[in-house]
């Protein structure tokens, strides 16, 4: 057989192979089987010997030819077996599929709370101040009129540090800051952190938050102490919500109250939560002590003011019913993600 034959019969021999089903063709063993060192074309190189001398560059040629054309539609066949597999491994991905959110954190359930009491409040023109919580005495009792033979004073109640302040019991010391720093009129609230001497249990804690508030101005009246806690209640709690002022007393107002809501789980009716009054005892709250004015440097003749104070956790326990005040503090994620 020439050789010319045997180079078109290779030729044949590859294109055949290389038409199967593409998904059978092993490419890496067709090109070691032809293209190879030891392959069927090199075999074909090796017996130029054999041809005529004036054929041989002829048969070169072809032979060259033949190898480049081998090369060529297998380059082309891997390529394209590249980019299918490219493309099917593109299609397993489903560009519809809603992404992978991160968890984006929530605010605290008392944050909360006092964020939509700084609102209510903030639309009636009252702005926000803060004080620290580790305060004077003097803030925390004695300019708030509480004597010094006062039960609240007794280390039993309060937490003293070792420099003589005291943890504060309650916002009223951020009133006196307030007067101290400006001349009236003032209409602020001032909500954070106190501190009592308490043991811990489910309805008790030695720390929680109040929020506190504060109008002082020439003839403030009871009526709008009484309208402002109206008006915040309906929108806090509940558009129905009624309130009760009983007298009350504390040292830093003159007079006092202390202020119910109607029960908002059961509209007044009695319940497990009101322990069946209807009420629910929420803040308290008065006019300003002459004696107060006087201690901040204020004119008790010129001036005249209402304050109120108001507890955070207990409203936010009845209002979604959690059991027990320490669930607020644990940090607890299966708790708080429930807000
Ligand atoms: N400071 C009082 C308390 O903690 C609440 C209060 C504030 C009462 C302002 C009257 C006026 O109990």
Wanted: charged residues 25%; proline residues 6%; glycine residues 8%.
């Amino acid at each position: 057989m020439s050789l010319l034959k045997k180079a078109d019969e290779v030729r044949a021999g590859f294109f055949n192979t290389l038409q199967e089903d593409p998904a059978r063709v092993d490419l890496e063993a067709l090109r070691i089987e032809y293209l190879g060192r030891k392959g069927k074309v090199a075999t074909l190189f090796k017996q130029m010997g054999q041809v005529a001398p004036e054929e041989r560059a002829a048969f070169g040629q072809t032979l060259n030819q033949l190898k480049q054309e081998l090369t060529e539609a297998l380059d082309e066949r891997e390529s394209a077996a590249a980019a299918e597999k490219h493309s099917t491994e593109e299609a397993k991905i489903d560009l519809t599929l809603p992404g992978i959110a991160s968890p984006a954190g929530t605010y605290h359930i008392i944050t909360q709370s006092l964020n939509d009491m700084i609102d209510i409040f903030g639309r009636l023109g009252f702005s926000v101040a803060e004080g620290p919580e580790v305060e004077s005495e003097w803030r925390n009792f004695d300019a708030l009129n509480i004597l010094p033979d006062h039960p609240a004073r007794d280390m039993q109640d309060t937490f003293f540090t070792k420099s003589g302040h005291v943890l504060r019991t309650h916002t009223s010391p951020v009133q006196v800051r307030l007067m101290q720093s400006q001349p009236p009129p003032i209409r602020s609230i001032m909500p954070g952190k106190v501190y009592r001497n308490e043991a811990v249990s489910a309805r008790s804690h030695a720390m929680f938050h109040q929020v506190e508030g504060l109008y002082v101005d020439k003839r403030v009246t009871f009526g709008e102490l009484k309208g402002t806690l109206e008006l915040f209640c309906r929108e806090y709690f509940d558009e129905d919500v009624k309130l009760r002022f009983r007298p009350s007393f504390f040292p830093f107002t003159e007079p006092s109250s202390e202020v119910d809501i109607s029960c908002f789980l059961c509209h007044g009716k009695g319940c497990r939560i009101c322990k069946q009054t209807g009420w629910l005892e929420i803040l308290g709250c008065g006019m300003v002590d002459p004696a107060v004015f006087e201690a901040v440097g204020y004119d008790p003749d010129k001036v005249t003011g209402y304050a109120f104070g108001i507890g955070i956790e207990r409203p936010a326990l009845l209002r979604y019913g959690i059991p027990d005040i320490r669930m607020f503090y644990e940090n607890d994620l299966r708790f708080l993600r429930q807000f």
